[in-house]
């Protein structure tokens, strides 16, 4: 998001971009029954947080059986899921967080392989 506005003066203040983290890697339903973890959930979040004044969401996806998940198509398909509700209002940004899962090599493929 571009704020593009003369901050200088007295009395005004500089802009601030809002940044949501709404699931990270390590909690679950089980910790959270609110906590988004799919496609769905992540996108209604990213919806909410969009009109709740949020530049910016940090996802994480997810396996099957709800642990943390690097796979490049899991982020496709919620960053289009995402991009399809809200447009290119909000930034997405995905984690390569290795949660103890992964090597260096495999959060910078999961990076690679996402990149617009």
């Given at each position: 998001m571009i704020v593009d506005r003369d901050v200088t003066g007295p009395g005004l203040i500089a802009p601030t971009t809002?940044?949501?983290a709404p699931?990270?890697?390590r909690r679950g339903k089980q910790d959270h029954p609110a906590l988004p973890i799919g496609p769905q959930e992540l996108t209604r979040t990213a919806a909410a947080?969009?009109?709740?004044?949020?530049?910016?969401?940090?996802?994480?996806?997810?396996?099957r059986d709800g642990g943390h998940l690097l796979d490049a198509h899991a982020y496709r398909e919620t960053t289009k899921a995402?991009?399809?509700?809200v447009g290119e209002r909000l930034i997405i940004q995905i984690t390569s967080e290795a949660v103890g899962r992964y090597q260096p090599a495999?959060?910078?493929a999961v990076v690679r392989a996402t990149r617009p």
């Amino acid at each position: 998001m571009i704020v593009d506005r003369d901050v200088t003066g007295p009395g005004l203040i500089a802009p601030t971009t809002i940044a949501v983290a709404p699931n990270g890697g390590r909690r679950g339903k089980q910790d959270h029954p609110a906590l988004p973890i799919g496609p769905q959930e992540l996108t209604r979040t990213a919806a909410a947080c969009l009109e709740a004044g949020a530049a910016m969401i940090h996802a994480h996806v997810r396996d099957r059986d709800g642990g943390h998940l690097l796979d490049a198509h899991a982020y496709r398909e919620t960053t289009k899921a995402i991009r399809d509700a809200v447009g290119e209002r909000l930034i997405i940004q995905i984690t390569s967080e290795a949660v103890g899962r992964y090597q260096p090599a495999e959060q910078m493929a999961v990076v690679r392989a996402t990149r617009p």
